[in-house]
C-alpha cells in the first residue's frame, strides 16, 4: 500500500512569487486535506477536498488556494509569498470520514 | 476562541517512567479526538482515535487515552516509557461533523533518557 507523497520535499522562494505543492493520496483515498506547521507550533488546517470540491477551509487568505483531480492527487497553490508562509506543508488523505493519514511534507522558506 | 490545548511543551523522563501528557479543549458537542505522534525525521502517526463508544481507548505501542466529556479532556498514558518513544505528540479534535479538519495543539516534546 503506497502511503501518502509530497513533492519536493523543500522549497526557497522569495517575497511576492507563487509556488504550487503536490501531493498523492494513499490508494484507495478520495478526501485530501492541507495543513501548515509553522516551527514549534501544531499544524493548522488549510482546506480539504472531496471529489474535486473544497469541503472547508480553515483562517487562510484566497492567496491560498487548491484543487483535486480525478485521481484523487492534489496541489496546494499559494500566491504573492510572504515571510510568515514559511513552514512544513502537510498533506492528509483519507477515506470518508476515516483517520487521515499524513506524507512527510514539504519544508517551504521564503526569503 | 475555540482551541486545543497541550498543558506540557516538554516533557523529560527515564525509561520505565509512567506518562501522562495532557490535553483539552473548548468545543461543545461531539467531536472526534486523536492523538498522533512524530518520531524524529518521519511523517505525522496515528496513534489512537476516539469517536464514540467506551472513553477509555488503547492505541498503538502501549498507549491509552481517557476521554472525560465533563472536563472536555483526552489525556495520553503510558504505564512505562521506552527510550524509542522519544517524539513529537499532537493532540488533535475534530469538531466538525463528517470528514475529518483537524485541529491540532500546539504538541508535546517527549524525551526520554535511557
Redesign the interface.
Known amino acids: 500500500e503506497t ?2 507523497t509530497q513533492s519536493p520535499t523543500h522549497l526557497i522562494k522569495t517575497r511576492g512569487q507563487q509556488v504550487t505543492l503536490r501531493c498523492s493520496s494513499q490508494s484507495g483515498h478520495n ?1 485530501v ?1 492541507w ?1 501548515q506547521q509553522a516551527l ?6 488549510i482546506f ?1 477536498y ?1 471529489r474535486e470540491e473544497e ?2 477551509r ?1 483562517n487562510f487568505p484566497p492567496r491560498f488556494s487548491g484543487l483535486q483531480f480525478p485521481n484523487y492527487s492534489s496541489e496546494l497553490n499559494v500566491n504573492a509569498l510572504e515571510l510568515d508562509d514559511s513552514a512544513l506543508y ?1 498533506c ?1 488523505s ?1 477515506r ?10 514539504t519544508r517551504l522558506s521564503i526569503l | 476562541a475555540q482551541s ?1 490545548s ?1 498543558h506540557n511543551h516538554h516533557v523529560i523522563l527515564s525509561e520505565a517512567a509512567s506518562l501522562e501528557l495532557g490535553c483539552n479543549y473548548s468545543y461543545g458537542g461531539t467531536v472526534n479526538l ?1 492523538w ?1 505522534v512524530q518520531y524524529p525525521g ?5 496513534l489512537l ?1 476516539y469517536f464514540s463508544g467506551d472513553p477509555l481507548v488503547k492505541g498503538i505501542k502501549g498507549f491509552e487515552a481517557e476521554f472525560i466529556k465533563s472536563k472536555f479532556s483526552f489525556n495520553l498514558r503510558k504505564p512505562s516509557v521506552q527510550w524509542s518513544d522519544t517524539a513529537e505528540y ?1 493532540c ?1 479534535v475534530n469538531p ?1 461533523q ?10 508535546t516534546r517527549l524525551t526520554i533518557n535511557p
Open positions: 502511503g501518502v478526501t486535506s495543513y514549534g507550533q501544531g499544524p493548522q488546517f480539504q472531496y469541503n472547508g480553515g502537510l492528509a483519507s470518508d470520514n476515516q483517520p487521515q493519514h499524513f506524507g512527510d511534507g | 486545543v497541550q486523536f498522533y518521519q511523517h505525522l502517526q496515528l482515535k499532537f488533535a466538525f463528517g470528514a475529518q479538519k483537524l485541529v491540532f495543539g500546539q504538541g
